[in-house]
T-cell receptor, first 116, second 109 residues
Framework: DGGITQSPKYLFRKEGQNVTLSCEQN?????MYWYRQDPGQGLRLIYY???????QKGDIAEGYSVSREKKESFPLTVTSAQKNPTAFYLC???????????????FGAGSRLTVL | GQNIDQPTEMTATEGAIVQINCTYQ??????LFWYQQHAGEAPTFLSY??LDGLEEKGRFSSFLSRSKGYSYLLLKELQMKDSASYLC??????????WGAGTKLIIKP
């Protein structure tokens, strides 16, 4: 079955360390996204990519970095510059990045990062 | 600024009907989405409205009024498995998704 796989599901990090969250999809979707989910807030977009080797900053990109070297993969690195990284991170994909039609997002199961 | 408002939490009884409201103030409108998210899991797509009116899909229906900046999700014949958070999201004039904080629905037997 096609879907999105995020790993690890739980991750603990010491302050000052970078961590990378993995996101892999086998849906043949062109567009991929990273969101951050915090209690009491709506999903906030960190980065998105509409095609391979190209990505754009979302609303809260500071302290994060991404790469899109393959269509299937869109890893997110949480750097030590991110001041409050403890959160639930969701990766998503859609058929295309354009806005026509519903352009439904398919989400991964999420990665919960805790900074100790 | 852009804003999506939903009730934080609602409680309903198994077998009953519940309506979850969503009001929005955004820079333009290009569609409204509802997603369901069980605790600690991935959000899953429920419905999409771009024109005014009611969209029915089994036990779930979604309504949109663009002039009022208002939508609701109607869940009928509630089941225990419907206990989840329901997320409302609006696509604005730049085709960016603006998300509400979600409504946690608790179903009691």
């Amino acid at each position: 079955d096609g879907g999105i796989t995020q790993s690890p599901k739980y991750l603990f990090r010491k302050e000052g360390q970078n961590v990378t969250l993995s996101c892999e999809q086998n849906l043949n979707h062109d567009a991929m996204y990273w969101y951050r989910q915090d209690p009491g807030q709506g999903l906030r977009l960190i980065y998105y990519s509409q095609i391979v080797n190209d990505f754009q900053k979302g609303d809260i990109a500071e302290g994060y970095s991404v790469s899109r070297e393959k269509k299937e993969s869109f890893p997110l690195t949480v750097t030590s510059a991110q001041k409050n990284p403890t959160a639930f991170y969701l990766c998503a994909s859609s058929i295309g990045g354009d806005a026509s039609g519903a352009n439904v997002l398919t989400f991964g199961a999420g990665s919960r990062l805790t900074v100790l | 600024g852009q804003n999506i408002d939903q009730p934080t939490e609602m409680t309903a009884t198994e077998g009953a009907i519940v309506q979850i409201n969503c009001t929005y103030q955004t820079s333009g409108f290009n569609g409204l989405f509802w997603y369901q998210q069980h605790a600690g899991e991935a959000p899953t797509f429920l419905s999409y409205n771009v024109l005014d009116g009611l969209e029915e899909k089994g036990r779930f229906s979604s309504f949109l009024s663009r002039s009022k900046g208002y939508s609701y999700l109607l869940l009928k014949e509630l089941q225990m498995k419907d206990s989840a958070s329901y997320l409302c999201a609006v696509r604005d004039s730049n085709y960016q998704l603006i998300w509400g904080a979600g409504t946690k629905l608790i179903i009691k037997p």
